[in-house]
């Protein structure tokens, strides 16, 4: 870390000393784009109920075992996941807007 001090004789470099560092931003959207469907899907399956329903659909498709048809036992899963998927689609997006607005917004500094 490169601390310049506020005497007016820095502030040349500062701006190539500042790109070597991340901003300072607000982030607390759990996902991003390219990770919303596996880590969604990945804790939609820790809940045991899912896993139930999973498990039936998965026993469904054995001839043997079948009961009902394969797609009508697939609905309450594919219904369940779609639905927690389009709540936690929502949350995300209302999460990066709000990040968005605190980031962009003027801030005061104090300085001696």
Known sequence: RIVLPDNGRQWKGWEQVSTLYS???IRTAKYTWFTF??????GQFHRLGNLYF???VVLNWF????VFHREITMLPLVVVLLASMIKDAIEEYRKYQYD?????????VYDK
């Open 23 to 25: 901003r300072n931003g």
């Open 37 to 42: 469907l596996p880590q969604n899907l990945l």
């Open 54 to 56: 999973f498990f039936l």
């Open 63 to 66: 001839p043997q075992v079948e």
């Open 100 to 108: 968005k607005t605190i980031n962009f917004t003027k801030t005061r």
